[in-house]
């Protein structure tokens, strides 16, 4: 299996709600990663996970909350988002090793906020 | 932080023509160059990727140079057919896994019958 899998593939939600997008991979990598992506834009490193623990956080607002429960899953929940939030959010995994890095992306989460 | 610069922003070409997109990186640390291919509405895919202590490598029609010293690399595609056309990204890292992948800033390519 070579397949970042995410969940759901469109999301649409207000201000005030409180939703979570999903992360899964089964290639035994033990770096994960959340990457936000506007239209036409290079995607954009918001947080990393190495071996279940938060070693990058790039200064992401609160309402944006990463979890790992184990090392195959990796959580993004949220919370009070803006309109501006609104973009395409990419989970992807690789390995800790150098020379072993090669990102695997996931098909992404549409998210539109209201 | 490391800041990759890409050029051109778009790039048409007629099939069968070459294709030529250039970044440079700022952090004389990265060692670790790769190539991303995103066709609209799908993930990026990595197409081709380099390291510091090689200065070209090549996988069919796609080839990628680097001259740390001027701290550039490029990325040639030969023969281009229309499904190649998409928006490429350079990155750049240093190199190993959990480190922070600073991107460029896209090459849309439109390859035209």
């Known amino acids: 299996d070579t397949e970042v899998t995410q969940t759901p593939k469109h999301l649409v939600m207000g201000m005030t709600n409180k939703k979570s997008l999903k992360c899964e991979q089964h290639m035994g990598h033990r770096a994960m990663y959340w990457y936000k992506q506007k239209a036409k834009k290079p995607p954009e490193l918001m947080f990393v996970?190495?071996?279940?623990?938060?070693?990058i956080n790039e200064s992401v607002p609160s309402r944006f909350s990463p979890e790992c429960p184990n090392s195959s899953l990796l959580n993004l929940h949220l919370h009070a988002l803006q309109p501006e939030d609104s973009a395409l959010y990419l989970c992807?995994?690789?390995?800790?090793?150098?020379?072993?890095?090669?990102?695997?992306f996931g098909s992404g989460t549409q998210l539109s906020v209201l | 932080g490391e800041n990759v610069e890409q050029h051109p922003s778009t790039l048409s070409v007629q099939e069968g023509d070459s294709a030529v997109i250039k970044c440079t990186y700022s952090d004389s640390a990265s060692n670790y160059f790769p190539w991303y291919k995103q066709e609209l509405g799908k993930r990026p895919q990595l197409i081709i990727d380099i390291r510091s202590n090689v200065g070209e490598k090549k996988d069919q029609r796609i080839a990628v140079t680097l001259n740390k010293t001027a701290k550039h690399f490029s990325l040639h595609i030969t023969e281009t057919q229309p499904e190649d056309s998409a928006v490429y990204f350079c990155?750049?890292?240093?190199?190993?896994?959990?480190?922070?992948?600073?991107f460029g800033t896209g090459t849309q390519l439109k390859v035209e019958l």
């Open positions: 992807a995994s690789s390995q800790q090793d150098r020379g072993a890095e090669k990102l695997f």
């Open positions: 990155a750049a890292s240093m190199g190993g896994g959990g480190n922070k992948l600073t």
């Open positions: 996970y190495s071996y279940e623990k938060l070693s």
